[in-house]
């Protein structure tokens, strides 16, 4: 089993960049694909990127392409997630999430069974 937490969570301008991070602890985090996700209020849990267990292949959804960057380090048993030409439809809780899965990195929350808490991004235009 894996313990995540979000930090970097903030409040900032339209146009503004911001790195999330993710710390992972107990089972060895290179076991694991990792993943960030967004909920904005009243809308469903949305894929914004996901990479797998190596570093070495990414997923990214089309909404985000070009503007966020997911990376990991294994040394620091952390998940990044840069964001840049951040938009205020980009406020949402973002989180991280981690899949045991062995092939195909996934882009469902269904297949992520370790979540972390949450981090607030608020866009201002």
């Known amino acids: 089993q894996v313990q995540l937490l979000e930090s970097g969570g903030s409040m900032v301008q339209a146009g503004d960049s911001l790195r999330l991070s993710c710390a992972a602890s107990g089972r060895a985090f290179n076991y694991y694909h990792m993943a960030w996700f967004r909920q904005a209020p009243g809308k469903e849990r949305e894929f914004l990127a996901a990479?797998?267990?190596?570093?070495?292949?990414?997923r990214y959804a089309g909404s985000v392409k070009g503007r966020f960057t997911i990376s990991r380090d294994s040394a620091k048993n952390t998940v990044y997630l840069q964001m840049n030409s951040l938009e205020p439809e980009d406020t949402a809780v973002y989180y991280c999430?981690?899949?045991?899965?062995?092939?195909?990195?996934?882009?469902?929350?269904?297949?992520?069974?370790?979540w972390g808490q949450g981090a607030q991004v608020t866009v201002s235009s």
């Open positions: 999430a981690a899949s045991s899965a062995t092939t195909v990195i996934p882009i469902s929350p269904r297949e992520y069974p370790y």
């Open positions: 990479i797998n267990w190596s570093g070495g292949s990414t």
